[in-house]
Structure formats: C-alpha cells, structure tokens
C-alpha cells in the first residue's frame, strides 16, 4: 500500500481539522480508561470479599458506555488515519505527516499544544530523532494517491 505524503504547506494546513479529531480520540481514551479502572476496583473487591452482589444492570449499561467509548476512538484515529496523517501516541497528542524529500520518506512531526509543525524526523527515528525543519523540507511536494 503506498500512502499519501504531504507538503509542509498541506499537512499545516490540516492540524486544526485533525487537532480536534484527535482531541475527541483522547478524551475517548480518557473515558475507556476510567471506566476500566471501575471495573478493575469491582473484581479486586469480588476477589478480595470472595464474591459479592453485583447489581448487572448498571454494569451492563457502564460496559455499553465503555464499548461506546473504545469504537469512538477507533473510528476517530480511523479518521484521521484515512486523512493521511498517522496517530503515533495519543496520550501526548502526536501525529506524523509522510513527506517526500529528495526521494525519501520523511515524517513531519507535530505534537498537540505545537502551535504548527516545526519538526520532521527520519522513519526509522522517532519523536526523539526529531530535527528543525529546513528549507529543504519546506519546499518539498505532497502527492495524493
């Protein structure tokens, strides 16, 4: 599968669209993770009691609330996802934009709270690897497939 890659100037221009989307997947992962943590303090007190009434009703609705939760933030890293852009950690808010520089596949990297994309780092680097944009990459060309 050959994936898309975006210019400096394209990729910038979808951060806003895609900061929301990706807000939406980590207030998604918020939910999911908390109802988890109820469910995980109900079996600690059912181990540690060895056993004790559950009232199903409300727990079956909290688990539909935690499926709910969990499709959400698929279908919204999906989104994203289809867009072009890939979603590399959402509990910092980081995505990455294929971009092709001189023949190769670099990355633009933005991080939420970055006010526009000011990074780049090789594929094989990571967030850590992560370098100043240059002129070279400012004035690289995107390309839809």
């Known amino acids: 599968m050959t994936t898309r890659t975006f210019s400096l100037d394209e990729a910038q221009g979808l951060v806003p669209i895609l900061e929301s989307l990706l807000r939406k997947a980590i207030e998604g992962k918020r939910r999911v993770e908390?109802?988890?943590?109820?469910?995980?303090?109900?079996?600690?007190?059912v181990q540690s009691l060895g056993g004790v009434r559950l009232q199903i009703v409300p727990?079956?609705?909290?688990?539909?609330?935690?499926?709910?939760?969990?499709?959400?933030v698929k279908d919204t890293i999906a989104e994203i996802e289809s867009i072009g852009a890939q979603v590399k950690?959402?509990?910092t808010g980081l995505l990455d934009f294929p971009c092709l520089?001189?023949?190769?596949?670099?990355?633009?990297?933005?991080k939420m709270g970055e006010e526009k994309i000011t990074h780049w780092h090789g594929i094989e680097e990571g967030f850590a690897g992560r370098k100043p944009i240059d002129e070279r990459i400012s004035k690289a060309k995107g390309k839809k497939q």
């Open 101 to 110: 520089v001189d023949g190769e596949t670099i990355l633009l990297c933005w």
């Open 34 to 45: 908390a109802i988890e943590a109820e469910f995980q303090a109900i079996r600690s007190r």
């Open 59 to 72: 727990l079956a609705r909290r688990r539909a609330e935690f499926d709910k939760a969990a499709q959400e």
């Open 89 to 91: 950690d959402l509990d």
